[in-house]
């Protein structure tokens, strides 16, 4: 069974991420959080295998969240965000504050390909929970590569 710590502070991601989940007989949601604050402790108590974790929270973000977790408590946190252009660059400190992985939680609210959004999310959960750190470094560097291709091509000025 992998353990899942869920960090938003929208109550309905939160719900949404709980049910999506839920349904996962391999998964199970052990806790959530609506700040950084209650992230770290909860992390440090209910020692999830994966965390997936909002960028922007109020009090501690995401970003000083994952840098907390990482320093004490490390496992995979995969970050949950909107695909803009200021989150990206969030989503890439992230990544360099020791996220291993990122997932836009865009399609929740447009209503836009849950299913796709649903099988990537499990699918993430599901490949980070039994790596080891060293893999979890190669997929992490994987990822600030690709990120900041699509930063890089996608969104010049």
């Known amino acids: 069974m992998i353990k899942v710590l869920i960090v938003d502070d929208d109550p309905f991601i939160r719900i949404y991420m709980r049910n999506l989940l839920g349904n996962d007989p391999s998964v199970a949601v052990v806790g959530e959080a609506d700040s950084g604050e209650k992230a770290v402790a909860l992390v440090q108590s209910l020692q999830p295998d994966v965390v ?25 946190v995969i970050m949950v965000s909107s695909f803009t252009r200021e ?7 992230a990544l360099q504050n020791g996220a291993v992985d990122f997932i836009s939680k865009s399609t929740q609210y447009l209503g836009l390909d849950i299913a796709h959004l649903e099988t990537e999310l499990k699918r993430k959960i599901q ?6 750190m060293s893999e979890l470094d190669q997929h992490r560097a994987q990822n600030l590569a690709r990120l900041q291709q699509i930063k890089h091509t996608s969104w010049r000025s």
Request: glycine share 6%; charged share 20%.
């Open 127 to 132: 490949s980070l929970a039994h790596c080891s």
């Open 52 to 76: 997936t974790m909002d960028v922007e929270m109020p009090g501690m973000d995401g970003l000083r969240a994952t840098h907390e977790i990482m320093a004490h408590t490390p496992r995979p």
């Open 87 to 93: 989150d990206t660059e969030a989503t890439i400190q």
